[in-house]
């Protein structure tokens, strides 16, 4: 039977279809009619058809629904900016509650939602966070994080009445066809470009996006309905992270530590001044609010419960520097 993978032009997205299509399985992808296809268009055409649709058109989600047995919605309006917060709800909350309908009404045998690590706890003593971590609503930095938060709630409540829903939190994937790219695609390229003179003192737990697209089927597989994995593997630290990407390159890692409150006054500036001209800031404020946080998880649920596989994260550093060097996105 049809898998039916939302957000496939996106980076796990593509990953995701990637495998399944690799695995002889025939994948519909749901996409906008204005979305870059150009990751699709490097899968096998016998096997994938890509359909147009919006999560906030369910007209379009019924009927790109009609055939398939497994849904694996990934899509999501991942922005830490914009000029109308609500475009965020209404997609990543409204458009969930609306897919989760048109799947349980079609008959979807089993449906795996990507949530994010964003929407977990952080514990208060800089240990790892877990699926369990105690959170709340008035926890989540931004518009983003509080939809995706709200929209991992609703993913709950299908489950609670007996809709089978499997829920992923990657954590921060890297490696190749990053499109956009990501926003930790877009400090590998900036690393590349020579325009990160200084780091934050952060920390991000780094995966593979090859094995986040691994443990998604495999929580279509054999995760429970209504449980949280994590996806993820190595926490690291920004400046470990540079320095990673520093021995791939040859470059040299930025060898000054921003002050926290510098980074808060110059990107609040600067996010004053873009929404003066309601022009996108280079730097959203959300992420360097964010940034006062180690982002640090442990995958341990999905490693034992799944067999999420654990490989090494400078592989995919290494191939996502090729990559944006090859796509001409990085010196």
Request: aromatic fraction near 6%.
């Amino acid at each position: 039977m049809t898998a039916l993978v939302t957000g496939g032009t996106g980076f796990v997205g593509y990953h995701v279809a990637r495998l399944l299509v690799e695995g002889g399985t025939p994948v519909r992808a749901l996409a906008r009619p204005a979305s870059r296809k150009d990751n699709l268009l490097e899968l096998n055409p016998s096997l994938l058809e890509i359909v147009d649709g919006d999560l906030r058109n369910p007209d379009s989600l019924a009927r790109a629904m009609d055939g398939c047995d497994t849904l694996y919605h990934i899509a999501a309006d991942y922005r830490l900016w914009s000029a109308n917060p609500q475009e965020l709800y209404d997609s990543n909350v409204g458009g969930t509650r609306s897919i989760l309908e048109a799947a349980r009404r079609s008959g979807i045998k089993r449906t795996v939602y990507t949530s994010t690590v964003g929407a977990l706890g952080i514990p208060p003593d800089g240990s790892s966070g877990t699926e369990t971590t105690p959170v709340t609503e008035a926890d989540m930095i931004g518009h983003y994080k509080r939809s995706k938060f709200l929209a991992e709630k609703e993913a709950v409540k299908f489950a609670q009445e007996g809709f089978p829903v499997v829920i992923v939190n990657p954590s921060t994937p890297v490696g190749e066809n990053d499109i956009k790219p990501t926003p930790t695609g877009k400090i590998i390229v900036d690393f590349l470009n020579g325009k990160l003179p200084a780091y934050l003192n952060t920390g991000l737990n780094l995966v593979d996006v090859h094995d986040v697209a691994q443990g998604m089927l495999l929580a279509a597989e054999r995760g429970v309905s209504g449980e949280r994995y994590i996806l993820g593997n190595r926490n690291t630290s920004m400046k470990e992270m540079l320095e990673m990407l520093a021995a791939l390159t040859g470059r040299r890692a930025p060898a000054v530590q921003m002050p926290y409150g510098v980074a808060y006054t110059f990107v609040g500036i600067e996010n004053l001044l873009a929404s003066l001209f309601r022009k996108e800031p280079a730097h959203p404020f959300e992420g360097v609010k964010m940034a006062r946080h180690h982002m640090y998880f442990d995958a341990s649920r999905a490693v034992n419960e799944l067999g999420l596989p654990q490989s090494p994260v400078q592989d995919a550093l290494e191939r996502a520097v090729r990559w944006f060097q090859k796509n001409g996105m990085a010196r």
